[in-house]
């Protein structure tokens, strides 16, 4: 193993402290040194590329070798394995800074540069890790280490670095002379310092440095506090006492004597979240910032703050679905879950599943249609149950997947039940029973499963003829079932309910938390709205005088009807180019599309070349026919390619565009279920793109069943859906009636309450324009629309949020009430559950207010990262308590609040705890209008900046 990631001291000795065997190292040194070389400091205050000064409040360790993992963005600083091919500036993009593990005293033979290291330069071997131990007296080898170990990767963009192996020298023994080793450690900390201006270096242990390096570091880390690993014997413990007092002497004097912030790193199970919470608690007491995580350092630990799983592992069988897009589960549960705040992950039991962190992951969810096979049922009953070992809930959906006399049942607290007999009756059911239908038992379908005697609590109890007790739903302690039929019930033909409350279940069956969501339906306080249109039908004639294009009929009767909503407006390239199936009308319909492109309420997408239905055929150059060929562009000679596809289109739609206007938008065609290659074609490049889902519940059909998820995530990308569904399917494909569409506003108030699930968004086809019904059902749309207070933005902003949506970290405060935002990107809403408390904005950064919605508080964030306390009392200071432009900046100092706001409107925007204060603009005073405890104010310009001043608030 790498000597830079030590996960253990192969010497079978503790990661802890002990008193000191030779001066300063403590009992047992040769081993702890060794373990105790891949701890990490990190510190946030100083040059380079982090705000300077930063206090530093937070910091990881990680050496995994997952560069996805995003939690670690809510840290201030992560130390990396660099070898993982992590890349620092593609992280700093987002919060926080990487930090990358370097062995000093010590070269492992796996690194590539080993054997250029002639043997004058070693002092001697570490047996226990199988590495060199390098003498420090010999210049050669600092050289070397500044030209082949720190400038490449300097030049990769790292600035920070973590020293280990500081104090391998001593396994020379007096031999060695201590003191010229130190003195040559010395000297390659000034000489890093000299070479590299602005770097940021942090020292594992080596107290005996301190004296002539305690000015040139930035932190210094030690483990084994109060919490140790053993690596031979695999086991974690409780540090000696007498070994933590050497320790706390050894760190309080490099806090108190050469003011360095000092990091404590300490060991616990990752399950343990509890115990956890404690060890960082004791560690914070002494002034010291914890990092307490697993032995190897390579799950999601705590610091000063904890994070708050926002990840949802879903079990599914993929012989039941050819795909995600037709998964029970991500049809059905991931949207509830998207709104809880949780984003899906999916795994599959007829393959390895992974070994979920428990700090990443809420919980586990499983939806099976029937029995899995048996080499994967025995996998996953193995899996399962020690999932459920570490403290795992687990939501069981449809069908357990599971004989009903598996093990693993047991564990849930679930006994299998005789095959019923006889006409099925409910004997008694939970409140939550009952949600959008009445539930149905049916024999035939009903699982032989009931809850053990004195376990659990049933919601939905059974009973057969001979008296037979079954249990449909409940929640045990392990987590909650809900068997077939008594989850979703009906069928595509008539529709399809839940029988139970989703919402109750999810949440107590995970045992989900009150925590900030990260929400995408809404901006500064208000609900977003947009428009966007797929180039169907572009060639279509009319049914107006002179059968003029369908395209100029939106043009002119849309577009610029409505002028102050932002449009996103595509055309197919096989329909409009000169090379398309429509050559003869090319011209003029590139002609309008070069006026739909030019209007200033428009930005520019592709939908595609040729409209592919089935994106599956695209990857396979599949150019067969099949049922649905009415559905794709029939253009002579093409065999189908993702690259002419999305990038052959996008290139021809710049050829429409004004100079400077961009055109990186690809609207997905036909079953708008890209395969995974087809959305990393479209995301290697940095396009963003939308469509597919079918969220279109209607008074007629209200269900929760028909509101789709924010999107399927794609070989680690992400398909953002349309919030709602086109015109297309409410005028029954197109058959009529052609009226249809104006059932889609009983879909925006259906997603807008008594939750707020989805954006408003009209979607629509040029198709719409050809017909008098469908272009009054179109209007009467933006209609609705512009009669509320919505937040109008352009669709590649909420596609932005929406794939934001997925890396989004929120955390926890150890010590106090108080939540911490990172890594938001484009995401600037939360939204508060009623059982939290109100922030307090005198105890808050990058927060502008907030918003009352109808299912909480809509919280206005002001940059891509906040913090905010919670407070129990009403709060009294002005804030912005809705807005139909976004917040660009907010910033309050003493009694006065400087702010910016840019829209595509003229601005609205209200304020609360505003009475008897003055508002201006550049322009002059604003007088505000009252708005029941509010405020509200109107200017003509789009974008403004303000000066708010409450003279003793």
């Known amino acids: 193993m790498p000597a830079l990631c030590r996960p253990a001291d192969h010497s079978g000795q503790d990661r802890s402290a002990g008193p000191a065997a030779p001066p300063a190292r403590p009992a047992g040194a040769g081993a702890l040194l060794r373990a105790g070389l891949r701890m990490l400091v990190l510190l946030a205050a100083g040059l380079g ?3 300077a000064q930063a206090a530093l409040q937070s910091v990881g360790f990680y050496y995994g070798a997952d560069t996805r993992l995003q939690e670690f963005h809510a840290f201030d600083v992560t130390v990396v394995d660099p070898d993982h091919g992590f890349d620092p500036e593609l992280w700093r993009r987002g ?38 131990v390098m003498d420090q007296r010999n210049p050669a080898w600092r050289e070397f280490a500044l030209t082949r170990i720190f400038a490449p990767l300097w030049q990769r963009g790292y600035r920070g670095f973590f020293l280990d192996t500081l104090d391998s020298y001593q396994l020379g023994g007096a031999a060695a002379d201590p003191a010229a080793q130190q003195a040559g450690l010395v000297s390659l900390i000034r000489a890093l310092r000299t070479r590299f201006p602005g770097i940021r270096l942090i020292a594992n242990r080596g107290f005996e440095l301190l004296p002539d390096i305690g000015s040139e570091l930035e932190a210094i880390a030690a483990e084994s506090l109060y919490r140790g690993w053993n690596q031979s014997a695999r086991q974690y413990r409780e540090v000696p006492e007498a070994d933590r007092e050497w320790l706390l002497a050894r760190l309080e004097e490099a806090h108190q004597r050469y003011r360095l912030p000092v990091i404590v790193i300490d060991y616990l199970p990752p399950a343990q979240r509890a115990q956890m919470r404690d060890t960082a608690r004791r560690i914070l007491q002494h002034g010291f910032i914890p990092w307490v995580a697993s032995g190897q350092l390579d799950t999601l630990g705590m610091s000063r703050i904890e994070v708050m799983p926002r990840r949802i592992l879903i079990l599914h069988d993929s012989r039941e679905a050819p795909g995600m897009h037709y998964r029970a589960a991500h049809r059905y549960t991931e949207m509830l879950l998207n709104y809880l705040g949780y984003v899906a992950d999916y795994a599959d039991v007829n393959k390895p599943l992974p070994v979920p962190d428990p700090g990443v992951y809420a919980g586990l969810l499983s939806w099976f249609d029937g029995g899995l096979q048996t080499a994967a049922a025995s996998r996953y009953e193995r899996w399962l149950a020690a999932r459920l070992g570490e403290g795992f809930r687990i939501a069981m959906l449809s069908d357990p997947g599971l004989p009903a006399t598996s093990s693993v049942l047991g564990l849930m607290d679930l006994q299998a039940a005789p095959e019923p007999d006889g006409r099925v009756e409910i004997l008694s059911r939970n409140a939550a029973i009952g949600y959008e239908t009445e539930p149905l038992p049916r024999r035939q379908l009903l699982q032989p499963l009931r809850l053990a005697p004195g376990s659990g609590v049933s919601w939905l109890r059974l009973r057969d003829a001979r008296g037979q007790l079954y249990d449909g739903a409940g929640i045990t302690r392990q987590g909650g079932f809900v068997w077939r039929p008594f989850g979703v019930a009906g069928d595509d033909d008539n529709g399809r309910r839940w029988v139970i409350d989703p919402w109750r279940f999810l949440q107590q069956a995970l045992a989900l938390p009150a925590m900030p969501v990260p929400d995408t339906t809404s901006l500064a306080g208000r609900r977003m709205f947009f428009a966007h249109m797929d180039g169907d039908g572009f060639a279509s004639r009319a049914e107006f005088p002179g059968s003029p294009f369908a395209a100029q009929v939106i043009l002119d009767q849309v577009i ?22 429509y050559p003869k009308d090319s011209p003029a319909m590139e002609a309008i599309a070069r006026r739909i492109f030019a209007q200033p309420n428009v930005e520019i997408a592709s939908h595609t070349y040729s409209h592919p239905f089935r994106w599956v055929k695209v990857e396979a150059g599949d150019a067969s026919a099949d049922a649905d060929a009415d559905y794709h562009l029939d253009i002579p000679g093409y065999v189908p390619s993702l690259a002419r596809e999305v990038e052959g289109s996008l290139a021809y739609v710049r050829t429409l565009a004004p100079a400077g206007k961009p055109v990186n938008i690809l609207l997905w065609s036909g079953d708008a279920a890209p395969t995974p290659s087809a ?44 919030p709602i569904t086109n015109e297309n399917v409410y005028t029954n494909l197109w058959r009529g009636p052609f009226y249809g569409f104006a059932h889609v506003t009983e879909s925006f ?9 989805k954006p408003v968004d009209i979607y629509y086809h040029t198709y719409s324009g050809s017909k008098p019904a469908a272009l009054r059902a179109l209007q009467s749309a933006y ?20 794939t934001d949506f997925n890396t989004v970290v929120i955390a926890r405060d150890l010590q106090q009430a108080r939540f911490s935002v990172r890594n938001a990107g484009s995401l600037r809403s939360l939204r508060m559950p009623a059982e939290l408390n109100a922030p307090a904005l005198a ?30 009392g009403q709060d009294a200071l002005p804030r912005l308590a809705g807005a139909n432009g976004k917040v660009l900046a907010w910033s309050r100092e003493g009694d006065h609040i400087q702010a910016r706001l840019a829209g595509h409107q003229p601005l609205d925007f209200e304020l609360a705890n505003a009475a008897g204060c003055s508002v201006r603009t550049p322009a002059g005073p604003l007088t505000g209008t009252p708005a029941g405890k509010l405020l509200r104010y109107r200017l003509t310009d789009a974008e403004t900046t303000l000066d708010i001043g409450c003279r003793g608030r």
């Open 560 to 581: 610029r009807r409505y002028p102050g909503v932002p449009h996103t407006m595509s055309v197919i390239e096989g329909e409009v180019s000169p090379q398309g199936i």
């Open 749 to 757: 108030e259906l997603t807008g309450e008594p939750r707020r699930i």
């Open 49 to 51: 590329l982090l705000p």
């Open 95 to 132: 919060s926080g800074e990487l930090y990358a593990y370097v062995s000093v005293g010590e070269v492992h033979p796996s690194r590539s540069w080993a054997g250029e290291i002639p043997q004058s330069w070693k002092l001697g071997r570490n047996e226990a890790w199988a590495s060199t």
């Open 843 to 872: 105890d808050s950064q990058g927060l502008a207010g907030w918003a009352d919605g109808p299912d909480g508080r809509y919280l206005i964030l002001s940059a891509a990262e906040a913090s905010f306390a919670l407070s129990a």
């Open 679 to 722: 959305i990393a074609w479209v995301s290697r490049d940095g396009l963003l793109n939308m469509n597919g889902g079918s969220t279109m519940p209607t008074r007629e059909k209200p269900s929760l069943t028909r509101i789709s998820p924010l999107g399927a995530r794609l070989g680690g990308h992400f398909q953002v859906f349309a």
């Open 783 to 802: 209609d609705w629309a512009l009669a509320r207070p919505l937040h109008p933005v352009y669709a590649s902003e909420f596609m932005r949020i929406a």
